[in-house]
């Protein structure tokens, strides 16, 4: 493969025009195609669970609950609650509630406000303190719902600046996760800053900086396209753009590097251009092939959404990895020398040797050799502390009453939740099928309503073919409590308790309820085939059987403390004064799946650029300790600027007001940072010290039959000897 990306790199490089071209042509046809892009409003559904086959087989009986956000209709609550020591009922007070409906009702698209003092159907706590008038809203449509929920807000402030608490309960549209654009771009400034100081060269720093954003731009463009086609939910993208963009940055500069160095060595331009694309483009292209891989797996899990984003997620990877070793070398031919500092441009003289001065990052790896356990030690536990929260990590497919804690959709939500019960306001639907289910719905409503933790059950409705019921069961927790949870199960072991009829639980609550399990069921599942693909892939790249195991392990590390501080923030609250998402939630069940596959990706790339050098140098012949410390001056400066770069993109996109993403931005910052720094430049070191030749050991009888794998390029090098390369063995 050296050979093949040589050639790619040097014609690339020789026929700029032609490749120009040719990406721009793809990004102007993949522009045209994503400008009928189209988002789903079913953002997490599980096709095929129970829930989802009785909530189809409901709408299909009962046409009248198939409503949707497509058909623009939708409802909000007025929660209109008195002063201490007064009753709603009262008529100075009743006067002032129909005032405040009146007003509700002239607002554009409410087409009804109901009467909450109607006598057949009262909305009116048993206190007297509270109120529930629900608007019925029609022509909602994707430009028009946030200036209708801000006319709704407008009349409850109206109404609490007559001393009349009211809060405007349910939503209509996500409003609050605009505005990360900002902080989105202080990642990729973070990114520019970082480049410079890595390159010194404004010009290196921007052509990494350019063609990162133009691979992100066209496999972007490539999702939106697709979207067209088959609708996404709107994180999709979003999650694309992320990792994208992080990636990108990181493949231009491992190349980038490469590039100086071969220039510095004294190589013409296309020549080091070549070999550059050569060898650290191999690397490039295998790790990812690492990323695609885990990002692709994630349809093992057969989560229809789970496979949308990894896919998606993963196209944009194999875009950036092909603007590495195509577009970029475009862009080194253009700058020439002009990559170099300005010092180093002219009249340049192939270099005898490194230089003599010790750097941070040499001084660092010489003391965790001398002192293996020690630092060893201290690296683990201090990553087993961060992971610690993950004990007590909660999940949930969506949080009771909206993600901001302090909005007036959750206010209203706490409200009614306090005064008719934390179940009202999300009712388990049990579909009741059968030849004559009429004259079992007393039998079946007398067996639900004596279930434990069952407050009320009532039938909802019969179906005009007389085959299938409804029947409304208020739980008497709320939706994500594990009281409800095992009610949902409780109902589904009695389904054929009642002779001639068959039980399913529906509605939201069983819907999340259902892909809320199955979710932790796919990570379980997916976490072992990541491991095991980990081990294969590492064992045949490396020709070592403990070197890869301490690979995953050190994963396992990186992944407990990147899920362990986003519990400690977006759960528990801690510092939540510096993010813009809400906190004090449950963190969101997709959540670890996703982190497990991205972030094995990211890993196993530090771990190949790392330790592949260091194997390289083991087999021509440096001892373990030595071949530590050559592969790792060779490499962690940049493998050093990569993470801080990725990682900075990843806390950008932390610091959004979007709950998602921001809390999928700091793991991943969090485990990136973990990863490089801690795993793989100080955990890794002293493990391999520790184990010396042993690390570096397989049975002949494997190494025979497994195939042989060229991450770093070392064929090129075999058939083409360096000019002046540096003797191995010289280097200390």
């Known amino acids: 493969m050296a050979r093949f990306l040589f050639r790619l790199g040097r014609a690339s490089a020789r026929h700029r025009i032609v490749v120009l071209v040719l990406w721009i042509a793809i990004a102007v046809a993949l522009g045209v195609g994503a400008s009928h892009t189209k988002f789903s409003a079913d953002a997490f559904s599980l096709p095929g669970s129970e829930s989802s086959r009785a909530l189809d087989r409901m ?11 497509d058909d623009g209709t939708g409802t909000l609550e007025l929660v209109l609650t008195v002063p201490d020591g007064q009753q709603i009922t009262s008529a100075e007070n009743m006067t002032l509630v129909r005032e405040v409906l009146t007003e509700a009702g002239k607002v554009p698209h409410v087409s009804a406000a109901s009467n909450p003092f109607d006598a057949q159907r009262p909305y009116v706590s048993k206190d007297g303190a509270t109120a529930v008038s629900t608007l019925s809203l029609t022509g909602l449509t994707g430009e028009n719902r946030e200036g209708v929920y801000d006319d709704v807000r407008t009349v409850a402030a109206n109404a609490r600046a007559d001393g009349l608490d009211t809060q405007v ?3 209509i549209g996500d409003f609050g996760a605009e505005g990360g654009q900002l902080t989105e771009g202080l990642g990729v400034l973070l990114a520019f800053v970082v480049l410079m100081f890595t390159f010194g060269s404004l010009v290196a720093a921007g052509a990494n900086l350019l063609g990162a954003l133009v691979g992100v731009a066209v496999g972007l463009l490539g999702v939106l396209t697709f979207s067209a086609i088959h609708p996404l939910t709107d994180t999709t993208p979003t999650l694309a753009l992320m990792l994208g963009l992080a990636v990108g940055i990181d493949y231009c500069l491992f190349i980038l590097a490469r590039f100086r160095s071969e220039l510095r060595d004294g190589r013409p331009v296309e020549e080091a251009i070549g070999r550059a694309v050569a060898t650290a483009g191999s690397a490039v292209l295998f790790a990812a092939a690492t990323v695609v ?24 990877v194999a875009v950036a990895a092909a603007m590495a070793v195509t577009l970029l070398p475009v862009l080194m031919r253009t700058m020439g020398r002009r990559a170099l500092p300005r010092r180093e441009r002219r009249g340049a003289a192939p270099r005898a040797s490194h230089s003599t001065r010790t750097t941070f990052l040499e001084r660092w790896v010489r003391t965790v050799v001398r002192r293996p356990v020690l630092v060893g030690v201290l690296a683990i536990a201090g990553l087993l502390a961060l992971a610690a929260p993950t004990l007590s990590m909660t999940t949930a497919l969506s949080t009771p009453g909206g993600d901001d804690p302090n909005s007036t959709q959750r206010a209203a939500y706490n409200q009614i939740a306090a005064e008719f019960g934390p179940g009202a306001q999300n009712p388990l639907i049990v579909l009741v099928e059968g030849t004559a289910v009429n004259d079992q719905l007393p039998a079946v409503t007398h067996l639900l309503s004596g279930l434990d933790h069952v407050i009320a059950a009532t039938p909802a409705g019969v179906a005009e073919s007389g085959g299938a019921a409804l029947v409304q069961v208020i739980p008497d927790g709320g939706p994500i409590e594990a009281s409800t949870q095992d009610l949902v199960h409780r109902i589904r072991d009695a389904s054929g308790d009642v002779a001639g009829v068959r039980l399913s639980v529906t509605g939201r609550t069983a819907v999340n309820i259902d ?38 392990l050190g994963f396992l590390l990186s992944l407990g403390a990147a899920v362990g501080v986003t519990v400690a923030v977006f759960q528990w609250g801690w510092l939540d004064q510096l993010f813009a998402a809400p906190s004090g939630n449950p963190i969101l069940s ?29 087999r021509h012949g440096l001892s373990p300790v030595e071949a530590i410390l050559d592969g790792f001056g060779r490499t962690a400066a940049v493998v050093a600027a990569a993470a801080l770069i990725m990682g900075g993109v990843f806390a950008g996109f932390s610091l959004t007001p979007g709950s998602v993403i921001a809390s999928l931005g700091l793991a991943l910052a969090v485990g990136v940072l973990a990863d490089a720094f801690v795993v793989r430049m100080i955990i890794t070191p002293a493990l391999l010290t520790l184990l010396g030749e042993k690390a570096w050991w397989m049975p002949r009888w494997l190494d025979r039959i497994l195939p042989h794998l060229d991450a770093e390029g070392s064929a090129l090098e075999e058939t083409a000897a360096e000019p002046s390369a540096p003797v191995l063995a010289a280097r200390r």
């Open 590 to 618: 997709l959540l670890p799946i996703l982190i497990v596959g991205i972030l094995f990706g990211l890993a196993m790339d530090y771990q190949v650029f790392l330790v592949s050098r260091m194997h390289e140098a083991h």
């Open 169 to 171: 309960g349910g939503s």
């Open 59 to 69: 709408h299909a009986d009962f046409p009248a609950t198939a409503s949707s956000d």
């Open 515 to 552: 892909t809320n399990s199955a979710l932790q069921d796919a990570l379980t599942t997916y976490l072992i085939v990541v491991v095991g693909l980990s081990l294969l892939l590492l064992i045949v790249l490396f020709r070592s059987l403990l070197v890869p195991l301490l690979a995953t």
């Open 293 to 316: 891989i885990a990002l692709a797996g994630l349809s093992v899990v057969r989560i229809g959404f789970l496979t949308e984003m990894g896919l998606a997620a993963a196209f944009t």
